[in-house]
């Protein structure tokens, strides 16, 4: 699975939108974009998905640039439950989840 | 049907014991996944059954390391003889066959 490029940290404040990067240059057509999080002591948990187009569901919109080179997680309004750590892998149907360091998100009252 | 459910929580045991560890996926996923996270780094996969088959194991998971899923319905996890670099915590997830995983709160090991 192609890796992906995340800031290690990032700060926003509480009510505003948190916008996370995540680059992925050498992905593959047949692999989506997903996005999970993980809270302190607890397991990672599913937020968003997508292949080419935009995708948005009650927690999150994910904005997947033309050339699916690059991905932007947006928490429309971030609240102080949003901080953890978010992580964006690339995998093709099937295979599985390769995690890396992610994006440490501290949300700031 | 409440998730995937590990079990025990936390584990603390001395160097050299053996422990074993449970996870309960939900009940239709047919895939059940064993993953594991040091401090500070991202969940590293260790293997995978679809149903009661093992398809895939990591180089990670030394032979000291073995995983079963019966019947294809809960899997157990054993490490024997345990050494303290296998403090970590131990992370379960389930997914139908082309699906999203589902992670449980994963069992937490220290070895003193």
């Known amino acids: 699975d192609a890796k992906t490029t995340q800031p290690p940290s990032m700060d926003c404040a509480e009510g505003r939108a948190a916008n996370l990067p995540c680059n992925h240059s050498?992905?593959?057509?047949?692999?989506?974009v997903y996005w999970y999080r993980q809270i302190h002591s607890q397991g990672p948990q599913y937020i968003i998905h997508?292949?080419?187009n935009n995708e948005t569901n009650e927690m999150a919109s994910l904005i997947i640039t033309e050339d699916r080179k690059s991905s932007t997680l947006i928490l429309p309004h971030a609240t102080l439950r949003d901080t953890a750590v978010y992580y964006c892998i690339v995998r093709a149907t099937g295979n599985q989840f390769y995690f890396g360091t992610g994006t440490s998100l501290t949300v700031i009252p | 049907d409440t998730g995937v459910s590990q079990n025990p929580r936390h584990k603390i045991t001395k160097r050299g014991q053996n422990v074993t560890f449970r996870c309960d996926p939900i009940s239709e996923h047919n895939r059940l996944y064993w993953y594991r996270q040091t401090l500070g780094q991202g969940p590293e996969f260790l293997t995978y059954f679809q149903n009661e088959a093992q398809l895939e194991k990591s180089r990670l998971l030394s032979d000291r390391f073995s995983a079963e899923r019966p019947k294809g319905s809960f899997s157990t996890l054993e490490i024997q003889r345990t050494e303290q670099g296998d403090s970590a915590m131990y992370l379960c997830?389930?997914?139908?066959?082309?699906?999203?995983?589902?992670f449980g709160s994963g069992t937490r090991l220290t070895v003193v």
């Open positions: 997830a389930s997914s139908l066959e082309a699906g999203g995983y589902t």
């Open positions: 997508g292949l080419k």
């Open positions: 050498t992905i593959s057509g047949n692999e989506y």
